[in-house]
């Protein structure tokens, strides 16, 4: 049964005036008796009067007694209503008591108002309404301070009305996952600004739907346009002008002031600060998260978290890890806990439409050394869902009589519960009825105490049973409801508080070597790798954050893992006093659940920069103190009187360099955020979601890209005729790449024709082509067009546009000996095999084994252009460095500049083959990089499969760095803008 919001705001105040004005209640009782008891007095005159007229014998002028019984009635009326307007008056009096209460009600209603908007997003976070009571009221009763301490009512009203919304959001914290924790704190501020009049309908509907450009993109002169923003926000900023007057003349701001506006855009989001130009002066703060969400969408998540700092600073705290003692302390025998892991993909790594990061912290590995702490080790047992019935209502059953913990696996797998389990599960429920004292604690409890009907022949619950559930989100089966509207849920999401990630880690590893024998004389290298090892693990979490930025594939870290390589340490300083393996056993270890070998290569590179001694630590540069390395050295600084515990605490929010990666990594996880958010916001307001994104696409757009592509097909030139009867291997390769350029082509223009025919309904649809029509609608390529090359990531019109300036590229190679001067990688469908026939040409040519000879990476100055091809090997154009800069006047690999995250152009490159046994790496002045070339610069096609080869190239630092920062290079046909 649902409750009217009217009704929602009384029974809060209620609970809030029990506390705050306690001696309420009694008087408004005691006053609304005295209503009823006056107003009954008058209902008995009047009646006295008519019961007198109705039994009259005569005329009623002729009654003796009338006259005195009317004046009678008349002065007990006049003396009932005295004193029933001195009652009413009384009450009125009274109610105004609540008057300053009532805000801080509404505030109330206003946050249950905003939990039940968020179960749209997952039905495990419904809060029952008797639930949100108890939450409520227990924070009242938290705050007083007693009669005569309460202060202003306004400012009284206030600090209940931000502690109110502190005590729910941190429930709500542990109940939902991150990325819904923000969004919810979002929902707060937005209704709170919409509540004091700082923003209006149309604005919040502007910033969840965006704005619609289309019906004035032909009459928007596009001349003056600055050339950093693009036509369509150009578009939508002439819409922003013609909804909202105050944003009259931003287009002119924007043409006049565009360095102003384009270097305000690249800092980070403040709201406080006036926008440029002058012309924009009078903006309120959410009109100015409006322009920010037109001119810069890959940004709503800095915006949104600027937003909620400007509005609840101080009120809620970050996101933090759940912690399984407060969670243990929170539940009973009668309250079971729902542990709920975020979905992810069939690969691990997560994706936009999942409910969280898919980064999920091991809840069975919690409970088990929750029990080592309350002493109920060997008393646990685990099943899952997917074995019989039977078995789990066994185990449930004794578990609850012997006073055992039970761990119910992969609930969600899980078919219907059969009637014999819901009445166990009813069970351990009905048992608060029966036995359980009313919480006083001050932790704040979930749960109602409304009864649970008792099953017969019910079990006696034994004080020590707990009951574990675990279960994803998103997929599969949802538990019963009732155990979703009684238990406690818990999401078991790694969130970003990088702190408090490290300092779990350390106090982990530190209870570890805590066990560990102190009067060894080799205790003290135990000790020394606690906070290197915690801060290792921690990064590697943080970084999973960054997706495919950080690495080519998700990979999994656990408490394990620091288990591993402390169990390494102890085995190593038994055997011998030698650590130099140390590193190379912890990157064994962490790296072993790498997939790919380049990721493998980067837990390496880590490990070999945190994983040091003391001594070596303080001999680190001071220069790296914004990585991850200056990191650990301000961590084990000797020269501070804090402890580490306290260096930890202390330090700020880190950014990608911290952990390092590349600034860019920031931008793409920002905008990652940037678009669930906007996503999820449209499904809580109730707005209709766009499916642009899916792949749908009108009729009409998709008979356009036809034509493009069938345009694009009748301009590429013919590809010549060539043999695969050749001596040398470099013309051998030519011959095929010509031939995979045709049948690619042919593949094209079959499969736009065949597309041509379903969009005229001639021709049925099949799987292969559905997936083309959807990749189509998203704009991008194919895969079945890319069978024949590597794969990319570029849009579909630039890649179509790139085709043909590949295929005149190819042709030239072919054709002209003079135009192999210089080779672009980009010209080949598969330019690894391109790298390998170099070196194959060279060795038929001197009649050697291809195992003589090895390619040797020369990279020329700036500016120099060879006229004609090299003796040995071959010239390379077209390459681009990303994630680093390159210096020309020492030919090196160098730190990207902060305010440039544009990939830097590479001069020409010389691959010269050279014999093996010739090799003299002492003539080598600086480190060299390997740096893998890609054909693409997309993070998800970053893996060792998509690798053309390897160049080494010089590095002012150590190669490490590289490493982990991603540096890699992309051959391309044109400049980066």
């Excluded at 805000?103 to 639930?131: E, Q, W």
């Excluded at 009763?141 to 007693?146: I, P």
């Excluded at 050339?227 to 931003?250: Q, R, T, Y």
């Amino acid at each position: 049964m649902s409750v009217s919001d009217e009704g929602i705001v009384d029974r809060l105040l209620y609970e809030l005036m029990k506390f705050e004005r306690s001696e309420f209640e009694g008087q408004r009782k005691s006053i609304e008796a005295d209503i009823l008891h006056h107003k009954h007095e008058l209902n008995r005159e009047q009646a006295k009067v008519l019961d007198k007229t109705l039994n009259l014998t005569g005329p009623l002028l002729e009654e003796p007694n009338m006259l005195d019984s009317l004046v009678t009635c008349q002065r007990n009326v006049n003396r009932t209503l005295e004193t029933l307007d001195e009652a009413q008056y009384l009450r009125d009096s009274l109610e105004e008591k609540r008057i300053p209460y009532i805000p801080v009600a509404t505030h109330a209603a206003m946050l249950y108002d905003i939990i039940k908007m968020m179960s749209v997003l997952c039905p495990l976070y419904h809060v029952p309404f008797s639930v949100f009571i108890r939450i409520f009221a227990n924070t009242a009763r938290s705050r007083y301070r007693g009669k005569g301490n309460i202060g202003a009512p306004k400012a009284r009203a206030q600090e209940l009305i931000n502690h109110t919304t502190g005590a729910i959001y941190k429930h709500v914290s542990v109940m939902m996952f991150e990325q819904h924790t923000n969004l919810f704190a979002l929902l707060i501020a937005i209704k709170r600004m919409r509540s004091s009049g700082q923003l209006t309908i149309e604005e919040l509907a502007m910033f969840i739907d965006g704005l619609d450009s289309s019906e004035v993109a032909d009459t928007i002169v596009l001349d003056y346009k600055p050339h950093w923003i693009s036509d369509k926000i150009w578009m939508e900023c002439a819409v922003l002008e013609s909804n909202l007057p105050v944003f009259k003349g931003l287009r002119t701001s924007l043409a006049k002031s565009s360095a102003q506006w384009q270097e305000y855009f690249k800092y980070p989001v403040c709201l406080a600060m006036s926008v440029p130009g002058g012309m924009l002066s009078d903006l309120t703060v959410f009109q100015v998260c409006l322009l920010w969400r037109v001119c810069c969408a890959e940004r709503v998540s800095e915006v949104a978290s600027a937003l909620v700092l400007y509005e609840l600073a101080g009120v809620i705290n970050p996101p933090d890890h759940y912690d399984i003692k407060n969670v243990y302390h929170m539940a009973d025998k009668d309250t079971p806990v729902i542990f709920m892991l975020p979905n992810v993909s069939a690969n691990g790594d997560h994706h936009e439409n999942s409910s969280a990061t898919g980064d999920f912290i091991d809840p069975s590995f919690h409970v088990h050394q929750l029990a080592k702490d309350v002493e109920m080790e060997g008393r646990i047992h685990s099943i899952s869902f997917g074995c019989q019935v039977d078995d789990i209502k066994r185990a449930l059953s004794e578990c609850m009589e012997a006073g055992y913990w039970l761990i119910l696996l992969n609930c969600h797998l899980a078919g219907p519960w059969n009637q014999d389990m819901l009445d166990l599960v009813k069970t351990i429920l009905a048992s608060t009825s029966k036995d359980k004292v009313p919480p006083t604690r001050s932790t704040v409890s979930q749960y109602p105490s409304g009864d649970v009907p008792v099953p017969g022949n019910s079990i006696e619950v034994h004080k020590n049973f707990r009951l574990w559930l675990v279960t994803r989100v998103d997929s599969g089966r949802l538990i019963p409801g009732i155990l979703i509207q009684r238990a406690l849920k818990v999401s078991c999401e790694r969130t970003r508080n990088f702190k408090s990630t490290l300092l779990q880690s350390h106090h982990y590893i530190s209870q570890v070597i805590g066990r560990l024998d102190t009067s060894d004389r080799k205790f003290s290298k135990y000790s020394d790798i606690i906070t290197p090892l915690a801060l290792l693990h921690a990064v590697l979490l943080q970084r999973r954050y960054y997706g495919n930025s950080a690495f080519s594939q998700s990979s999994f870290w656990s408490h394990a893992d620091m288990t591993a390589a402390l169990e390494v340490l102890k085995t190593a300083t038994f055997v011998c006093d030698n650590q130099k393996g140390i590193p190379r056993l912890t990157s064994d270890i962490y790296g072993g659940h790498c997939l790919d070998p380049k990721d493998s290569e980067i837990v390496q590179a880590l490990v070999k920069e945190l994983i040091k001694s003391p001594k070596d630590i303080q001999m680190m540069p001071d220069s790296s103190a914004d990585t991850v390395v200056g990191m650990l050295k301000r961590i084990c600084a000797k020269d501070t009187n804090m402890t580490i515990q306290e260096q930890l605490r202390q330090i700020l929010d880190i950014s990608a360099g911290h952990l390092g990666l590349p600034a860019q990594a920031d931008l793409e996880l920002c905008g990652l955020q940037s678009r669930n958010i906007l996503q999820d916001l449209s499904k809580v307001s109730g707005a209709p979601v766009s499916h642009a994104s899916e792949g749908n696409t009108s009729q009409r757009e998709m008979t356009s890209k036809l034509e493009a592509i069938l345009t694009v097909l009748s301009d590429l030139p013919e590809l010549p005729q060539t043999s695969p009867d050749q001596l040398y291997p470099m013309e051998l390769y030519l011959h095929y790449e010509v031939e995979g350029y045709k049948q690619t082509i042919s593949n094209i223009h079959s499969d736009a024709l065949l597309l041509q025919k379903f969009s005229k309904g001639e021709v049925a649809t099949t799987p292969e082509l559905q997936e083309i029509i959807s990749a189509l609608g998203r704009n991008e390529v194919p895969a079945i067009w890319q069978m024949h090359t590597l794969p990319t990531c570029k849009p579909l019109l630039l890649w179509l546009n790139d085709l043909k300036s590949s295929v005149e590229l190819l042709i030239s190679y072919v054709t002209d000996e003079a135009a192999r001067t210089i080779f672009s990688l980009s010209a080949f469908l598969r330019p690894d095999r391109f790298i390998q026939t170099v070196l194959q040409n060279h060795a038929r040519k001197n009649f050697q084994d291809l195992q003589t000879f090895r390619l040797h990476v020369q990279i020329l100055p700036i500016g120099l252009t060879p006229s004609c091809a090299p003796e040995m090997g071959i010239y390379l154009s077209g390459l681009h460095l990303h994630n680093a800069s390159w210096d020309s006047i020492h030919s090196t690999i160098i730190e990207q500049p902060l305010d440039n995250n544009a990939p830097c152009n590479l001069p020409v490159v010389w691959l010269k083959p050279v014999e093996t046994r010739l090799d003299n790496r002492e003539q080598i002045k600086y480190p060299l990089y390997k740096c893998p070339v890609y054909l693409s610069e997309g993070s998800s096609l970053l893996q060792t499969e998509n690798v053309i080869t390897h160049l080494d190239i010089p590095s002012n630092r150590n190669p490490g760095l590289w490493v982990h920062k991603r540096v890699f290079l992309t051959s391309k046909l044109s400049e980066p803008s």
